[in-house]
C-alpha cells in the first residue's frame, strides 16, 4: 500500500513539469491528499493537498505557479508546476492524510504514506 511519485527531471527555469503519485489505497477517492518537498539540509516543507471534494489549498508562496489535482479513476494524484524557478530544486513527495485535520499542506504532522519521491532540478 506504498505511493509511488514519477515525473521528476532536470530543467531551466522558466519551463514546466507534471508530476504524479499513484496511490493504491482501496479508498483513493475519499482521501485528502499532499504534495511536499525537501532540499538536503532543510526541513519538509508543504506545497498543496487536495482534499476528496477537490477543495486544494497551496502554500501561500506557490500560488499561482503550481496546481495539484487528481484522477480518483486512475488513483493518481498530480502536481502540476509552471515558471519554476531554482528555488523549487528539490526532493517532492507525496503523502495521504492519516490523522484527522483540515486538509491542508500547513498540517504535514497529519499526513503518512510516504512515497520514495522524485527529483526536481530546475537550472537557471
Known amino acids: 500500500d506504498q505511493v509511488q511519485e514519477s515525473g521528476g527531471g532536470s530543467v531551466q527555469a522558466g519551463e514546466s513539469l507534471r508530476l504524479s503519485c499513484e496511490d493504491p489505497g482501496y479508498a483513493f477517492s475519499s482521501y485528502c491528499l499532499g504534495w511536499f518537498r525537501q532540499v538536503p539540509g532543510k526541513e519538509r516543507e508543504g506545497v498543496a493537498a487536495?482534499?476528496?471534494?477537490?477543495?486544494?489549498k497551496y502554500a501561500e508562496s506557490l500560488k499561482g505557479r503550481f496546481t495539484i489535482s487528481r484522477d480518483n479513476a486512475k488513483h493518481t494524484l498530480y502536481l502540476q508546476m509552471n515558471s519554476l524557478k531554482p528555488e523549487d530544486t528539490a526532493m517532492y513527495y507525496c503523502?495521504?492524510?492519516?490523522?484527522?485535520?483540515?486538509?491542508?499542506?500547513?498540517?504535514?504532522?497529519?499526513?503518512?504514506?510516504w512515497g520514495q519521491g522524485t527529483q526536481v532540478t530546475v537550472s537557471s
Open positions: 503523502a495521504r492524510q492519516r490523522k484527522p485535520a483540515t486538509c491542508s499542506p500547513d498540517f504535514q504532522w497529519s499526513f503518512g504514506y
Open positions: 487536495i482534499d476528496h471534494d477537490v477543495t486544494t
